[in-house]
């Protein structure tokens, strides 16, 4: 059963503007890490939140997580065209003999010029 | 940039083929997975192993088998290729004590 669920599905900003990305997901996790798909290509790993934290950084990127509402979002900060791509979240259950990341559909995000 | 590797990048094959899928990772991680990825939708996890001589199948059922005889090697076969197995196939790998995974760049299958 899928676990991570992106919003919205497809998202078109101008470059500068910031993007907003959400993921909801519905069992307990360990983590919930952000992953980014470039066309044709393989996914990327972008950053990794764990289940005790609420909010991390990494340069332009923001995240947060709301266990209580089993929810994270993805802010990316004065987008670039380069930033075009498609973005999975994907949760990590508890540890567990047959804990296996799940990802979620995905987002289409175009940043125009 | 992970070094994680597969081959072909590309393939277009007839129906009834016997077809490998080749995966290679020089960074010693002991877990490999294959998912299947249609355009624009999830990436669904159809093998996995924890390291040599260990593989299990995962959420989606597969008509492809894998095998892992050395840590760096997870190829994925598939010994009569139909219509149905169009897809890209992305292979990925990640250490014991690690929690992210590393990607290959993919391998876009074509059956017609």
């Known amino acids: 059963s899928q676990q991570g669920e992106e919003d919205p599905q497809a998202l078109s900003i101008q470059e500068g503007e910031n993007a907003t990305m959400n993921c909801s997901y519905k069992?307990?996790?360990?983590?919930l890490q952000w992953y980014r798909q470039n066309s044709g290509r393989g996914l990327v790993h972008l950053i990794l939140i764990r289940s005790n934290e609420r909010e991390k950084h990494s340069g332009r990127l923001r995240v947060t997580l709301d266990t209580s509402k089993k929810s994270s979002s993805l802010l990316i900060t004065a987008s670039r065209a380069a930033d075009t791509a498609s973005y999975f979240c994907?949760?990590?259950?508890?540890?567990?003999?047959?804990?296996?990341?799940?990802f979620g559909k995905g987002i289409t995000l175009s940043v125009r010029p | 940039e992970a070094d994680i590797y597969q081959t072909p990048r590309y393939l277009v094959i007839g129906t009834g083929k016997k077809i490998t899928l080749e995966c290679s990772q020089t960074m010693g991680h002991d877990k490999m997975y294959w998912y299947q990825q249609d355009p624009g939708m999830e990436l669904h996890l159809i093998h996995y192993s924890y390291g040599v001589n260990s593989t299990e199948k995962g959420d989606l059922s597969s008509e492809s088998t894998v095998s892992r005889i050395r840590t760096e090697h997870f190829p994925l076969t598939l010994e009569s290729a139909r219509p149905s197995h169009t897809s890209q196939y992305l292979c990925?790998?990640?250490?014991?004590?690690?929690?992210?995974?590393?990607f290959g760049p993919g391998t876009r299958l074509l059956v017609l």
């Open positions: 994907a949760t990590e259950p508890l540890p567990g003999a047959n804990s296996k990341l799940t």
């Open positions: 069992t307990s996790i360990n983590n």
């Open positions: 990925a790998s990640t250490g014991l004590a690690q929690e992210t995974q590393y």
